[in-house]
């Protein structure tokens, strides 16, 4: 037993219990001697007893409690699992927004260094997007919030613990009046037991829901087209039409992993039909970018161009033929009802393959009236089932409702788990003020944010990969989140947070979810347990899809009430969630902010896209500064213009212009759009005043040249013109005429192929390399020179001469590996070299940094390490790095290996296992992480590897053919299948 | 006809090389006069600011050493600018000290000796500046310093015989030690005679200890005359491998508007074309403030203002060939470069700087004005240094910034340590020189006498042949045609 002394007596007595009763029993005497001094009166022997007793209670708990002495030793017997030098990998969950997506996670050494997506997983498929491989960084960000802290005094988590309880005896009498949550969109089972056991201890309690990125339009289109909230779920194996309106469907965000895969399986033209895409939307996005036909609308002007759609189909679909009139409502230009029209016949003709998406920002009406398109085709691409959710309605309009009770004073105790409200929230409701009025309140964080500022209690959260907890995927499968690490920092759980309003801030996050679990499903408890833990989620959980029947009657009348145009003048704004920091919560990531943007490679910053024509007329160049006013105040925002954009409005993305100082990686960076946004139009709203500023700023663009100069980089073709293209193609591969004898390459050949065809740009490859690489981030300053350091980057090109809606192509690049590369002979060291199996090896210690092999790399992939990046990184963010890769000094050249340490990996272990390597062995942490499975690595040596196949491919050429270089990465041509009848 | 002739030539005579009625005495006085007596207000100002200069190079190299090359304006596209566009620069007007001593020298054009002591530490100076940079541009100068030499090392590793670089290091060392042995020799008869005529006591032994023991006996001049003749010969091949090798550090690789045959020829022309106009423009203005006017004559600066001219043409028929290479083999790369990124691309000003400077500015020196005007001279030299840094900034940062795939490229622009280092470099040297100035005959005195001799005398120097007869235009044109 440990001695009294450890008991913390100076200041207040730590009160440690049990259960409630004890906790809510008269507390124990104490003095400034602590719990061991007499009491001053009624010593009796009873009390002293008593006494004695708690004492020992106390000093037990107290040793409980206190972490142990950390000491170092090797072990004396190796736990099984665990081989120095050989990573292990664990099945866990990202949860963002409600939204699981399996991951599966590489630990070395117990400590998480590679997040990918779990292959087993349906809405993973073995892809991770960037925000849930950036997990990592934010795991072992050491500006995250480290401690309890009241009223930013530190506590500890027993603190507040005791005040919870004391608020929970008050709130017990009180039946739960005032006490509310904010918690963020959540699916997670054991949280949702939690909530219900909540409201059943304080019946009058409240649960509000927040995200500024909420899905509730698609709940409400569907309460409109059904009668009750449902979620649409999409299949695109099917799709031989897709329509896209403002769907982001080919981004790597929340729930589009499997989707992607989908869209991309149907996009090779030697594999069976090709399907189509059309896009209506108002700024170019991912998905716009892959489109086949793109309709560029005014953000408020896309419900109406799907009406109208709407209307046109009445004709051909019977069941539809009450939307007749919609055409005449909803009047389109010439030429938007030109390509109205023959999209209206390619969906007809598609049927089942028909499919109909709208993106969450639009209003429910446009909802509905997919659902109504979709169901009258007879769809195979969607289905309806029970959202995932636990509140369909989570958004400003739930937030408004919290705000408005909050300054009536009618919220006496706030627990917020959701997301930082106070920068989210749209300006009108001014939660931060209503935030700082609550006598009581808690926020759970991972940060020390601008709702921390504000909030009484603030409690470290942990981790993903420090959690144990539970969220359901997109279709409702029930995934797991486990942790690889033990808590870096004093945090905690949401459940563990919400359990302390039950009494049970003792039991923690794997109790209460193996409790819950095991009461859910008992019967063969421990080996399911065992199996979903090894999985990851379980089998077969996922929410059946429900027939339901569209009430057209309901979605007329809606159609109906939309107006016929936009009435208020001016420009219009429009918000898009951003596809690097999303609301903002991943903005302290450094890899992701220094990400170039998908569409506009921009960096570090977000900034307000004009179409040409629209900056043209206000007189803005590319990098001025402009004020953009609503009805809040203005918001100055860098003008960057944007090809493909519509005309008279203005796009900026949400996440940046954070005002929080424990975040300084992110403080200050960018704009904060909360101005522009309203509760009542939180994505769009016309009356938008642009007025330049008259300063300019810097912008840290990626790329800042966007035609290929009639070059053949990035080839791209129609379906039509396939064959001539590929006729051209073949003078663009191959071996060169050289006088050189062939090196021959007896073992393997390593080798890739880019699917042009397959890739949307989605970047999710990039932050793969990133992280497998430990590739340093180098800051906006260094981005503007042009010294990123991503050995894999995704040039984006236009195509065309309509600048107002050109085509767009993508190519990601990284380092061919020429069989002739010009970077070898230049260098004076050797210190870039080719191996026997043909890869391009470059050799960090050796390099002294002359920088001529990149000034003769014609295609410009090798990077330099032009001051030391990595010197200033953060003992924690060390615990990110690779330990397979090299982190290298100042004065170095670096560039893609083809990720070597992977292939000496696999290697290793099929020799081990006393065979050689198979096609699949080696899999590149670009082709990995890629959701279109756009990149394929192998032998080339053996043909019937996928890499080989694919290089013999019509589609194949290599970049710079004519430069003798022969690259071993050789790419496919992109093929486009625009509607004939559009050409 | 032959009568007719003989008149033709005597009207042509060229003036003295020599002005003036001279003996070895007044040249002694005359041209060692500089050193002798206190040091001027005007050097000193001059040497105050070159040494400003020079602290701030110090500062710049402390900078780049301790940081990186991130303090320079460097990227990817453009992985080299300053610091190679500074070396080439540098390397290209030391180019004329070796001329002028070598080359000049086994030509028997006798007006090289009264500028080629001040050619050759021109040169040697120029070098070390360009010797700076190879090592100093490079990411790890700690080890670049060495292992791009041919050592056996425990690593076994040897440098990569087939890098330009690598050449460049053979190159460049070679060059300057044998201009360092060529300029040295020379100055033993010189230094001797300075400790001879020294009045102070450290002087004596400082001169002394350089003089080698030069006494003047017949012997030493045998055997002296026949050292500078060998070292001419070693140094005369150099003339044209120096730049030969520096012009393959682009011309090897496969970047456009790099990628260039004609580059080692119009190279070599165009070391020689800035390194006269350094001459000139150092000469200028030293031979009146040194009073040299009758050793340096109007008929030395014309000479030179007609090697510029040849040179300079030459380099334009390089400029032409490049562009008309480009057109003519059509490749979409190549045409690029020198049909869009120089003219029309956002360097464009540093084309139109190098064309105006290095082609429209040397034609002044068509006409006997431009070659005997002094500020037409100078100015026009100036601009002519101007012009052949551009040259170098056009090769290397046009082309690299925008190259084969359009989404590589970048702007550069140069940071403070950048420009520094350009700045600071120049003022180093224009240190350098003006300590050579004050502490070592700046012509070569004993060659001088012996001109002079052999003007006035007729007797037999360095020349193979007896040049008992005066020089005529014929022979100068020679020289330079």
Not at chain 1, 473 to 484: C, K, M
Not at chain 1, 618 to 625: E, F, T
Not at chain 1, 935 to 957: M, P, T
Not at chain 2, 457 to 478: M, V
Request: aromatic residues 10%.
């Amino acid at each position: 037993m440990p001695s009294l002394k450890s008991l913390p007596i100076a200041g207040q007595p730590p009160r440690a219990w049990r259960s409630l009763d004890e906790m809510l029993a008269p507390p124990v005497p104490s003095r400034e001697l602590g719990p061991e001094a007499p009491p001053d009166d009624a010593t009796s022997r009873r009390s002293v007893l008593q006494l004695l007793g708690a004492s020992a209670a106390l000093a037990t708990l107290g040793g409980c409690l206190k972490p142990p002495d950390e000491k170092i030793l090797p072990y004396t017997r190796q736990p099984p699992e665990v081989t120095p030098g050989n990573p292990l990998h664990y099945a866990s969950a990202s949860v963002i927004d409600g939204r699981a997506t399996g991951l599966l996670i590489t630990a070395s050494e117990g400590r998480p260094t590679k997040i990918e997506g779990n292959p087993e997983h349906p809405s993973s498929r073995g892809a991770a997007g960037p925000l849930e491989q950036a997990e990592l960084l934010r795991l072992y960000d050491p500006q995250r919030l480290k401690v309890v802290q009241y009223r930013t005094q530190p506590r500890s988590w027993r603190d507040f613990l005791q005040a919870a309880v004391t608020r929970a005896r008050a709130l017990r009498e009180a039946k739960g009046e005032g006490l509310r949550f904010l918690v963020g969109p959540g699916s997670s089972p054991l949280v949702g037991s939690l909530r219900q056991r909540l409201l059943e201890s304080y019946p009058q309690a409240k649960f509000f829901s927040w995200s500024a990125i909420p899905l509730q339009q698609i709940h409400d289109g569907a309460q409109l087209a059904f009668g009750g909230a449902y979620e649409t779920r999409l299949d695109l194996s099917q799709a031989k039409v897709v329509l896209s309106l403002d769907s982001d469907l080919l981004a790597a965000l929340p729930g589009t992993l499997s989707l992607m895969r989908q869209w991309a399986d149907k996009r090779d033209p030697a594999k069976g039909p090709m399907s189509r895409l059309y896009a209506v939307e108002t700024n170019l996005t991912v998905t716009g970018m892959n489109a086949d036909h793109r309709i560029r609308q005014k953000p408020t002007d896309v419900a109406r161009f799907g009406l109208s759609l709407l209307g046109r189909l009445a004709a051909g679909v019977p069941a539809l033929s009450r939307y007749a009139q919609l055409v005449q409502r909803f009047p389109l230009s010439a030429e938007d009802s030109r390509v109205a029209d023959a999209l209206a016949k390619d969906l007809m003709v598609a049927g089942r393959g028909a499919l109909v998406s709208v993106g969450p920002r639009q209003p429910p009406v446009l909802h509905a009236a997919a659902h109504a398109i979709n169901s009258a085709l007879g769809s195979a691409c969607t289905a309806q089932a029970k959202p995932v959710l636990h509140d369909s309605d989570a958004g400003p309009r739930a937030l408004r409702r919290l705000a408005e009770e909050m300054r009536k004073g009618g919220v006496d105790t706030l627990v917020v788990t959701a997301w930082n409200p106070v920068y989210g929230a749209p300006f009108d409701l001014n939660f931060g003020k209503a935030l700082s009025q609550v006598p009581n309140s808690v926020y759970h964080s991972l940060y020390l944010d601008e709702t921390a500022e504000r909030a009484g209690w603030v409690i470290p959260a942990l981790h993903p990969l420090e959690s144990w907890g539970d969220a359901r995927a997109h279709d409702g499968t029930v995934s797991f989140v486990q942790p690889l690490i033990s808590p870096l920092y004093a945090g905690v759980t949401e459940a563990e947070v919400l359990a302390a309003f039950l009494g049970e801030g003792d039991r923690t996050a794997y109790t209460q979810l193996r409790e819950l679990w095991q009461t859910r499903a008992p019967e063969g408890f421990e080996l399911n347990w065992e199996k979903w833990l090894a999985d990851g989620f379980i089998e077969g959980s996922g929410t059946p899809p429900e027939r339901l029947q569209v009430r057209h009657d309901q979605i007329f009348a809606a159609a109906m009430q939309l107006p016929q145009r936009e009435t208020t003048p001016g420009y219009e704004i429009n918000i898009v969630p951003d596809y690097k920091v999303w609301d903002g919560r991943f903005a302290n990531v450094s890899w992701l902010q220094e990400l170039p943007d998908p569409v506009t490679k921009l960096t570090w910053e977000n900034a307000a896209l004009l179409a040409p024509k629209t900056a043209e007329k206000l007189g803005l160049a590319q990098g001025d500064r402009v004020e953009l006013g609503l009805s809040g105040p203005p918001a100055h925002a860098p003008v960057v213009i944007a090809p493909g954009h519509a005309e008279d409005c203005v796009t900026v993305a949400m996440g940046y212009g954070r005002h929080s100082e424990a975040e300084a990686l992110c403080n200050g960076v960018g704009f904060d759009t909360a101005a522009l946004r309203h509760t009542d139009a939180p994505w769009f709203a016309a009356g938008l005043t642009v007025t330049p500023a008259g300063s300019r700023a810097r912008l840290a663009q990626t790329q800042e040249h966007h035609s290929m100069e009639g070059r053949l980089i990035a080839a791209s073709t129609s379906l039509a013109k396939l064959k001539e293209t590929s006729e051209g193609l073949a003078e663009h591969r191959g071996v060169p005429l050289t006088f050189h004898k062939p090196v021959e390459y007896p073992g393997h050949k390593w080798g890739m192929a880019i699917d042009l065809s397959r890739c949307t740009g989605c970047s999710a490859c990039m932050v793969a390399c990133q992280s497998e690489n430990n590739i340093p981030v180098v800051g906006k300053e260094q981005v503007a020179k042009s010294r990123e350091m991503h050995w894999l980057r995704i040039d984006r090109y236009f195509l065309g001469e309509d600048t107002a809606n050109p085509g767009v192509v993508l190519q990601p690049l990284m380092c061919v590996h020429c069989e002739s590369a010009p970077c070898e002979y230049v260098c004076p060291v050797n210190a870039t070299v080719h191996s026997d199996e043909g890869l391009n090896e470059m050799i960090y210690n050796r390099c002294v940094g002359t920088r001529y092999c990149s000034n003769n790399c014609p295609y410009k992939v090798r990077r330099f390490n032009f001051f030391s990046y990595t010197s200033d990184y953060a003992d924690t963010e060390k615990m990110a790095f690779n330990p397979d890769v090299t982190v290298r000094s100042r004065g170095v050249m670096e560039k893609c290996t083809y990720c070597v340490q992977r292939i000496e990996r696999a290697r290793i272990s099929t020799r081990v296992q006393g065979r050689g390597m198979r096609d699949g062995d080696v899999v590149t942490a670009c082709q990995q992480a890629c959701p279109t499975q756009a990149i394929v690595f192998g032998d080339l040596n053996d043909g019937a590897a996928k890499v080989s196949k694919l290089h013999a491919e019509e589609r194949r050429y290599d970049l710079l053919f004519e430069l003798g270089t022969r690259p071993r990465t050789a790419y496919l041509a992109r093929v486009t299948n625009p509607n004939p009848e559009l050409a | 006809m032959a009568e007719t002739a003989i008149e033709g030539r005597t009207e042509l005579r060229p003036p003295a090389l020599v002005q003036g009625e001279q003996d070895d005495g007044t040249l002694n006085k005359t041209l060692n006069a500089f050193i002798w007596e206190p040091p001027r207000r005007g050097w000193l100002a001059l040497l105050g600011l070159g040494l400003a200069g020079t602290g701030l190079l110090s500062a710049a190299v402390a900078v780049t050493l301790a940081k990186g090359i991130g303090t320079w304006g460097n990227n990817i596209p453009v992985g080299w600018a300053f610091g190679i566009i500074n070396f080439v620069w540098w390397i290209g007007i030391g180019h004329a000290g070796t001329l002028i001593s070598a080359i000049l020298l086994l030509f028997q054009q006798k007006w090289r000796t009264s500028i080629n002591r001040f050619a050759e530490a021109m040169t040697l100076f120029a070098v070390m500046q360009a010797g700076l940079f190879p090592v100093l541009h490079t990411g790890r100068p700690w080890f670049a310093i060495y292992w791009l030499f041919p050592y056996p090392s425990t690593l076994k590793i040897w440098p990569q015989f087939k890098s330009p670089l690598m050449w460049d290091v053979f190159a460049v060392s070679t060059y300057f030690t044998t201009s360092l042995l060529f300029w040295y020799l020379g100055l033993i008869p010189d230094l001797a005679s300075l400790r001879d005529s020294s009045t102070s006591r450290r002087a004596r032994i400082a001169y002394g200890i350089f003089a080698l023991g030069w006494r003047g006996s017949a012997r030493h001049w045998h055997h002296y005359k026949i050292a500078y003749l060998l070292l001419a010969g070693l140094a005369t091949p150099l003339v044209l491998s120096v730049h030969t090798i520096v012009s393959w550090d682009f011309a090897l690789s496969i970047l456009p508007g790099w990628h260039t045959t004609i580059f080692p020829p119009y190279f070599v022309a165009g070391a020689v074309f800035s390194g006269f106009a350094m001459v000139l423009t150092l000469i200028v203005p030293a031979r009146r403030f040194m009073h040299l006017k009758h050793v340096v004559t109007p008929r030395h600066l014309e000479a030179m203002c007609k090697v510029m001219l040849l040179t300079g043409l030459i380099v334009a028929y390089g400029y032409a060939m490049e562009h008309f290479a480009a057109w003519y083999s059509g490749n979409e790369f190549e045409k690029h470069v020198f049909f869009f990124t120089r003219p029309r691309g956002p360097y464009a000003w540093a084309y139109f700087t190098q064309m105006f400077c290095n082609v429209v500015v040397p034609q002044i020196y068509w006409t006997r004005w431009g070659r005997t005007n002094i500020w037409a001279i100078w100015i026009g030299s100036l601009l002519i240094n101007v012009g052949m840094w551009f040259e170098r900034f056009n090769i290397i940062v046009t082309s690299l910034h925008q190259d084969f795939i359009p989404s590589n490229w970048a702007m550069y622009y140069p940071t403070w340590v950048d420009l520094s280092l350009l700045a600071g470099t120049i003022c180093f040297f224009g240190t350098l020189f003006l300590l050579f100035l004050k502490f070592l005959p700046a012509v070569a005195v004993s060659e001088i006498k012996e001109l002079n001799h052999e003007i006035h005398q007729g007797h037999a120097g360095i020349s193979l042949h007896s040049p008992d007869r005066p020089l005529h235009a014929g022979e100068l044109e020679g020289a330079v045609r």
